[in-house]
C-alpha cells in the first residue's frame, strides 16, 4: 500500500465536499415517513408496518452510508510509461484505481482529460470542455481492498507539452440512487520532442580558430596544441621558447603549434506570431520549421558540431504555474519574479558540443509556443556581435524582409558564414549573391513527413531506407 503512488487521497468530509447528481430517497420526508410508519404500527398494533418502517429505515442508512463513504480512501494514480518521447512514438498510459477500504464499489466511472492532439489505439472519445482536450472515460467496479488497472496506448504525433487532467470521479450506493462526483487537480504532463528528419545533403563551412579538428589552411596557431619545435627565431616570445628541447640540442629551440578548428553552428529559428492576412496563424509551417532546425540540430551534433539555438519566441513551462502562484501571493518582489521567469523562458542556447547539449535543444524546441513572440531582426541583431569567431549561421523562416537581409548581410560581412533555411508554399522572394537560400517546402511537406512518420511500429520497419527529408 506504502508503494503505490498516491496522486490524491479522497477524504471528502475533511477535504471535498461532496455533489448530488440526482435526487433520491435521502430527502429527510422519508426519514419521517419511517418514523410515520413505525408509529402508526406501534399505536394500531400492525406489525406489517413495523416492519414495513424498519425495513425502509434500513434501505435509506444503507443508501446513505454507502453515498457518503464510496469516494473515501480512494487513491487514483496516472502514469506513463515515458515521460519524455519521440515523434511518432506509442506510449502505454495506465490508469490505476485502488479502494483502500472494506466498502466495494458497484461502479466507479473516470472521466480523465486528455489532449485532443494525442489519439489513443481503438478509442473515440467525445469532446471535453475545451476544443484542444477529449474525455477519456473508464468505467470500473471494484471489491473491498483492490486494485484495478486499464491500459491504453497514446500515438505522439504532435510536439509539444501535453497536460493530462484534471480527473472526475463519480459513483454511487449499492441500489444506484444517489451518486457522488469530484473533480482532481491532478496535472500532469507528456513531453514530445520534434520530429526529426534525415538530411540528404548539407554542407557548412566553418572557420573558428581554436577547437578539436585540424584545420585545413592554418588561421591562428592554438597554444594549446604542440605539433614540435624549431630552431628559434628573432622575435619569438620567451613563451614559445622549449627549455628542455634547447637543453638538448645545445641551441634555443620554439614550439610549433598545431592550428585547430572548431566547427560552430548557430540556429536562429522565426517563429512567426503575427496573423496572416489570408491565413491566419500557419501551424504546419511553424511545425515545419521546428522540425527542420531539430533535424539540422541533430545532423550537426553527429557531426561534431558545437550547436547553439536563438528563437524569438518563449518556452512553455506550464509545471511552473504552481510555483508562480505560490510567489505571486506572499510577494513584495513581483516585478522581480515576473522578470525571472521570463528569462528563464526566453530561448537562448550559446554553442555547445556537450552531449547534454542534444537534450536541451530538443527539449527547447519541444516546448515552443506560437504566441508572445518578439522580431527576428530584433533577436539577430542583439545576437550578431557575440556570435563565436568564423562560426556558421542558419536562419530558419517563413518570412524574409529587407531588414532581415540587412542584418544578415552585415553578419556575413562580420566574417560567418550564413545560410537561410525558407519554409513556405513558394519559392523565396528574394534571392542574394552572397547568402544561400535553400527552400525546404511547405503545408504539402509537413503533412508527408506527419503521414510517413506517424505510421506504426511493424510499417516504418520497412519504410526507413526511404525515409522522407531535407534535400539541400
Known amino acids: 500500500m506504502r508503494s503505490f503512488r498516491t496522486l490524491e487521497t479522497f477524504n471528502i468530509r475533511r477535504r471535498v465536499p461532496m455533489k448530488d447528481l440526482r435526487g433520491g430517497p435521502t430527502d429527510k420526508r422519508w426519514y419521517f415517513l419511517c418514523g410515520v410508519l413505525l408509529l402508526l404500527g406501534i399505536i394500531l398494533h400492525q406489525p406489517l408496518l413495523i416492519v414495513v418502517g424498519i425495513l425502509l429505515l434500513l434501505i435509506l442508512l444503507i443508501i446513505d452510508v454507502w453515498a457518503f463513504y464510496c469516494l473515501n480512501d480512494l487513491y487514483y494514480r496516472r502514469s506513463f510509461s515515458e515521460q519524455n518521447v519521440l515523434f511518432g512514438e506509442e506510449v502505454t498510459l495506465s490508469l490505476a484505481i485502488e479502494n483502500a477500504k472494506?466498502?466495494?464499489?458497484?461502479?466507479?466511472?473516470?472521466?480523465?482529460?486528455?489532449?485532443?492532439?494525442?489519439t489513443i489505439k481503438g478509442q473515440k472519445l467525445p469532446g471535453g470542455r475545451r476544443k484542444d482536450m477529449v474525455a477519456l472515460e473508464s468505467l470500473f467496479s471494484t471489491r473491498w481492498y483492490e486494485r484495478v488497472t486499464r491500459r491504453y496506448t497514446l500515438q505522439c504525433n504532435a510536439r509539444g507539452v501535453h497536460t493530462f487532467g484534471p480527473t472526475k470521479l463519480r459513483s454511487s450506493d449499492i441500489f444506484g440512487f444517489v451518486s457522488r462526483e469530484m473533480e482532481l487537480s491532478n496535472r500532469e504532463y507528456l513531453l514530445v520532442y520534434p520530429l526529426v528528419a534525415p538530411l540528404y545533403s548539407f554542407g557548412l563551412p566553418a572557420?573558428?580558430?581554436?577547437?578539436?579538428?585540424?584545420?585545413q589552411q592554418r588561421l591562428l596557431e592554438d597554444p594549446l596544441r604542440v605539433a614540435g619545435v624549431r630552431d628559434y627565431s628573432y622575435g619569438d616570445s620567451l613563451r614559445r621558447v622549449n627549455w628542455k628541447a634547447s637543453a638538448r640540442a645545445m641551441q634555443l629551440q620554439s614550439k610549433v603549434y598545431e592550428s585547430t578548428t572548431t566547427h560552430t553552428l548557430v540556429l536562429f529559428l522565426n517563429i512567426v506570431s503575427q496573423l496572416d492576412i489570408y491565413?491566419?496563424?500557419?501551424?504546419?509551417?511553424?511545425?515545419?520549421?521546428?522540425?527542420?532546425?531539430?533535424s539540422i540540430a541533430d545532423w550537426a551534433l553527429d557531426e561534431g558540431y558545437a550547436v547553439g539555438l536563438y528563437t524569438n519566441t518563449l518556452m512553455f513551462l506550464p509545471e511552473e504555474g504552481a510555483e508562480q502562484h505560490a510567489g505571486e501571493s506572499g510577494g513584495s518582489n513581483r516585478p522581480d519574479a515576473a522578470t525571472s521567469r521570463l528569462d528563464r523562458r526566453r530561448i537562448r542556447l550559446p554553442a555547445s558540443s556537450h552531449r547534454e547539449q542534444r537534450r536541451r535543444i530538443m527539449e527547447v524546441l519541444a516546448r515552443i509556443q506560437s504566441f508572445?513572440?518578439?522580431?527576428?531582426?530584433?533577436?539577430?541583431?542583439?545576437?550578431?556581435?557575440?556570435?563565436?569567431?568564423g562560426s556558421t549561421v542558419v536562419l530558419v523562416t517563413s518570412m524574409l524582409s529587407e531588414q532581415l537581409i540587412d542584418i544578415l548581410s552585415r553578419i556575413y560581412q562580420n566574417g560567418h558564414s550564413v545560410t537561410v533555411l525558407f519554409v513556405g508554399d513558394n519559392p523565396p522572394p528574394l534571392k542574394l549573391a552572397s547568402i544561400p537560400i535553400y527552400h525546404i517546402g511547405g503545408e504539402t511537406t509537413w503533412q508527408a513527413f506527419v503521414e510517413a512518420y506517424s505510421k506504426t511500429t511493424d510499417e516504418q520497419a520497412g519504410m526507413f531506407q526511404s525515409s522522407p527529408g531535407f534535400h539541400l
Do not use: N
Not at 472494506?102 to 494525442?118: F, K, Q, Y
Not at 572557420?207 to 584545420?215: I, K, N, S, V, Y
Not at 491565413?279 to 531539430?294: K, M, W
Open 102 to 118: 472494506l466498502l466495494p464499489l458497484p461502479w466507479l466511472e473516470v472521466e480523465d482529460t486528455i489532449p485532443r492532439a494525442l
Open 207 to 215: 572557420r573558428h580558430p581554436f577547437g578539436d579538428r585540424r584545420a
Open 372 to 389: 508572445f513572440g518578439s522580431s527576428i531582426e530584433d533577436v539577430l541583431q542583439t545576437e550578431r556581435t557575440r556570435l563565436p569567431t
Open 279 to 294: 491565413y491566419g496563424i500557419r501551424p504546419d509551417l511553424q511545425e515545419l520549421s521546428i522540425c527542420a532546425t531539430a
